[in-house]
């Protein structure tokens, strides 16, 4: 881990980007991590570097066939958990089971797609729900260069409050933030 945390300090800090930490650290070591904008897959590469860079454990859900490839060695040591799309799957609940083994961050990107989306996809909140783990929000600021991660909205919240309410907190962070992605057309800050 300790060379990992060195190569991500480092090429964020060689690619001109920091990281705004918004929240205790602690609660990136087991949470759904909501990250949006997602206009480009430098997002991911970016977020990649800043866990690397804060020393935490991150995974993303990928298609197994990345996982069963050649160079699938390489996309599990960077976090990937196959998964079998051609199969209906039960998502919300295999993922509470992998937080039962272990403790990591779950990337979701809830638009789903780098295109622009009129709403949000749900499953990350019902995710943090089975899992009993809080949600922590992240952002690639493209103009300033800037990644803010660490605001998080615990599980007491998600098993008290409605599901708008905490829509609503979740869009007003971005809107707080003023984040610009990578490609702006491509992102519709009205969440739900």
Not at 56 to 72: M, N
Not at 98 to 116: A, M, Y
Not at 167 to 186: A, G, L, S, T
């Amino acid at each position: 881990m300790l060379m990992k945390k060195f190569i991500g300090k480092a090429i964020l800090k060689l690619l001109g980007w920091k990281i705004v930490l918004q929240g205790d650290p602690a609660n990136l070591n087991r949470c759904i991590l909501v990250v949006a904008p997602h206009t480009a897959n430098d997002e991911y590469l970016l977020g990649n570097l800043a866990y690397w860079a804060l020393d935490k454990p991150l995974k993303i859900i990928i298609k197994d066939q990345h996982t069963k490839a050649w160079y699938g060695g390489v996309v599990k040591a960077l976090g990937g958990i196959g998964i079998d799309r051609s199969q209906k799957n039960d998502l919300v609940n295999f993922v509470a089971k992998q937080f039962e083994k272990e403790d990591f961050s779950l990337v979701i990107t809830p638009e789903g797609t780098r295109s622009r989306v009129q709403k949000w996809r749900k499953g990350f909140y019902h995710m943090a729900l089975a899992a009993k783990v809080p949600l922590v929000l992240a952002a690639g600021d493209f103009s300033r260069k800037i990644i803010y991660i660490g605001k998080s909205i615990p599980v007491s919240d998600l098993e008290t409050r409605s599901f708008e309410s905490i829509m609503q907190e979740i869009q007003q962070y971005y809107i707080d933030n003023d984040i610009v992605p990578k490609v702006p057309e491509n992102w519709n800050p009205q969440i739900y």
